[in-house]
């Protein structure tokens, strides 16, 4: 079985129009690898999308959002194995998704911002998404993991409401 985890960020998009990877996973360094695709990001109308890998080339998607441009935003995913995949703006659930994350024994290598350090990797090596994997033209703050299931009111004090 999976286990829960939390990730929550602030971001501050100059521009979202033509995708971005915000929160890219890979089991390799260069942002590859046999798992690797972005779990939160762009598509190339600007809307963010939350997705979570549940096999090694499936991924569940939350329902996409547009952010506002040049304001700075709080995001958080929260998975667990009861309450399923959620995502979460400025501390208010936007969506839930069921499904049971892929687990293994693999480090984990995470890049923010783009889909690998320094220049983009080809797309065509990871799971194939909707989001526009490539560099994401703003600012991130605050980016926490948390190897637990975050509840409503922590979510909303991280979002300072």
Do not use: K
Request: with cysteine; aromatic share 8%; proline share 4%.
């Amino acid at each position: 079985s999976s286990v829960p985890v939390s990730v929550s960020l602030w971001v501050n998009p100059m521009t979202i129009i033509g995708g971005g990877s915000l929160v890219h996973i890979s089991t390799l360094q260069n942002g590859t690898g046999s798992i690797c695709y972005d779990l939160l990001g762009f598509t190339t109308v600007g809307m963010l999308l939350g997705q979570l890998i549940t096999s090694p080339t499936t991924l569940i998607n939350t329902h996409a959002v547009i952010l506002p441009l040049n304001t700075w935003t709080h995001i958080a995913i929260v998975y667990s194995n009861t309450n399923g995949f959620r995502l979460f703006i400025n501390g208010q659930l936007t969506d839930a998704v069921s499904g049971s994350m892929t687990t293994n024994q693999f480090s984990l290598y995470i890049t923010l911002g783009n889909n690998g350090p320094g220049l983009s990797v080809s797309s065509s090596s990871c799971v194939s998404s909707s989001v526009v994997a490539g560099p994401y033209r703003g600012a991130i703050d605050e980016f926490r993991i948390y190897n637990r299931e975050l509840d409503v009111q922590e979510l909303c004090v991280l979002a300072n409401i």
